[in-house]
């Protein structure tokens, strides 16, 4: 639960300034106009100071409030280009399509996708089994993941499915 004691607007305000802030591209300055046009007389570093105070809460009772995932993933890379740059996409969906967590890495190999599967375990929890594509980067990270589990006492590894062109059938 967040706590809005001490605040001096109603947290409907609130929680109004900080989603449309985080939601939309807007500047303090029109986020004030904005608020301004609803009756609501706030100063933009009173914004500033909301944002900051309340988007890390919030983020942390969404993640709370989340849906378990289901115990099977797929999982895998591709190559795209982000603002005039190359750079690997990776992505994890569960067995329903649901997207569970993505990133973009400069580089292929086994550091990047250990730290795409921990974060992705972490944020989402530990999965039964992992489908890839034949990736020795994607397999080297499973690797180093389950060795780390077992090293933290987790008696059963998360088993690794390889399969070619999983999510990008040609």
């Not at 982000?82 to 649901?98: C, F, I, P, S, T």
């Not at 292929?108 to 530990?126: H, S």
Request: charged content about 25%; hydrophobic content about 45%.
């Amino acid at each position: 639960m967040i706590a809005f004691t001490g605040a001096h607007f109603p947290k409907e305000v609130i929680l109004f300034a900080v989603f449309f802030y985080v939601r939309y591209t807007v500047s303090y300055r029109d986020l004030e106009e904005i608020i301004a046009e609803r009756g609501v007389v706030v100063d933009h570093a009173t914004l500033n100071r909301w944002v900051a105070k309340y988007s890390p809460l919030i983020a942390i009772n969404a993640r709370r409030r989340k849906t378990p995932t289901e115990r099977s993933w797929r999982m895998d890379e591709t190559y795209i280009k982000v603002q005039g740059e190359w750079v690997y996409l990776y992505r994890a969906v569960d067995k329903l399509g649901k997207t569970l967590d993505f990133m973009l890495s400069k580089r292929r190999n086994k550091a990047p996708a250990t730290k795409f599967f921990a974060r992705a375990l972490e944020v989402n929890g530990l999965p039964r089994k992992i489908v890839i594509d034949r990736s020795g980067a994607n397999t080297a990270g499973i690797n180093a993941i389950n060795r780390m589990l077992k090293s933290f006492g987790c008696p059963i590894p998360i088993e690794m499915v390889r399969i070619q062109n999983l999510l990008n059938p040609a």
